[in-house]
């Protein structure tokens, strides 16, 4: 879940600092860098954004 939560908040936001800073990697973009960006298209983060529960 972590995975999936950085790379799509990557992906969606384009904030490598806003991600770190949730993952608490501190003010260091290095890893995000490395292992999430570019792994998802834009449109694909933003529609797992989207996802709502049933009867949500």
């Given at each position: 879940?972590?995975?999936?939560?950085?790379?799509?908040?990557v992906?969606?936001?384009?904030?490598?600092?806003?991600?770190?800073?949730?993952?608490?990697h501190?003010?260091?973009?290095?890893?995000?860098?490395?292992?999430y960006r570019?792994?998802?298209?834009?449109?694909?983060?933003?529609?797992?954004?989207?996802?709502?529960?049933?009867?949500?």
């Open positions: 879940m972590r995975h999936t939560y950085a790379t799509m908040h992906g969606a936001f384009r904030d490598a600092a806003a991600t770190a800073l949730n993952l608490g501190g003010h260091s973009t290095a890893m995000l860098e490395q292992h570019g792994l998802v298209a834009k449109d694909v983060a933003e529609r797992y954004w989207a996802i709502m529960p049933i009867g949500g």
